[in-house]
T-cell receptor, first 109, second 115 residues
Framework: KNEVEQSPQNLTAQEGEFITINCSYSVGISALHWLQQHPGGGIVSLFMLSSGKKKHGRLIATINIQEKHSSLHITASHPRDSAVYICAVSNFGNEKLTFGTGTRLTIIP | EAGVAQSPRYKIIEKRQSVAFWCNPISGHATLYWYQQILGQGPKLLIQFQNNGVVDDSQLPKDRFSAERLKGVDSTLKIQPAKLEDSAVYLC?????????????FGNGTRLTVT
């Protein structure tokens, strides 16, 4: 069993839909990261959080430490949101990141 | 603020050849990471530096991979000799440093194809 599990693996939605991507982890963490990777592109850090909720534009990230679960939400989705979204957790001490396998999101106009 | 710079952007080599990748982290970032991302998978940490010291290289195939960060700034990752299974994107990332719990900043990666 992977330490970081994401669901769904693939998600296709119509433009304007509300999107939710889930991440569960099985180890103690110092922080959880949501990352975005476009085809052929580098990785962009969207959020780093250790409790509660963060919002940036149309993106919202939440984390429940007790349940070891985080969600990434996209409101009013747009085709430019199409990308792979990766959840990663960092350990205490060396802050080594453990990555999930990613969720491939496709938004259809 | 300038981002993490990596070069080359793409590299195609034959198996058993050697290759080197270069990374220039964000100025002032003490921690530097090299990740390998095989198509369809999440990134795998190869090596983590704190300044010019190695923090974690447990997943680095040391018989063929080497990395250095001599002056605690730029870093190079070398593969010698390359194998077909080394075909991947090699990502460099940097952060402020251990204990700072700061976000990682990634470069655009180097896409390596071994034929």
């Amino acid at each position: 069993k992977n330490e970081v599990e994401q669901s769904p693996q693939n998600l296709t939605a119509q433009e304007g839909e509300f999107i939710t991507i889930n991440c569960s982890y099985s180890v103690g963490i110092s922080a959880l990261h949501w990352l975005q990777q476009h085809p052929g592109g580098g990785i962009v850090s969207l959020f780093m959080l250790s409790s509660g909720k963060k919002k940036h534009g149309r993106l919202i990230a939440t984390i429940n430490i007790q349940e070891k679960h985080s969600s990434l939400h996209i409101t009013a989705s747009h085709p430019r949101d199409s990308a792979v979204y990766i959840c990663a957790v960092s350990n205490f001490g060396n802050e080594k990141l453990t990555f999930g396998t990613g969720t491939r999101l496709t938004i259809i106009p | 603020e300038a981002g993490v710079a990596q070069s080359p952007r793409y590299k195609i080599i034959e198996k058993r050849q050697s290759v080197a990748f270069w990374c220039n982290p964000i100025s002032g970032h003490a921690t530097l990471y090299w990740y390998q991302q095989i198509l369809g998978q999440g990134p795998k940490l190869l090596i983590q530096f704190q300044n010019n010291g190695v923090v974690d290289d447990s997943q680095l195939p040391k018989d063929r991979f080497s990395a250095e960060r001599l002056k605690g700034v730029d870093s190079t990752l070398k593969i010698q000799p390359a194998k077909l299974e080394d075909s991947a994107v090699y990502l460099c990332a940097s952060s402020l440093g251990l204990g700072r719990n700061s976000p990682l900043h990634f470069g655009n990666g180097t896409r390596l194809t071994v034929t």
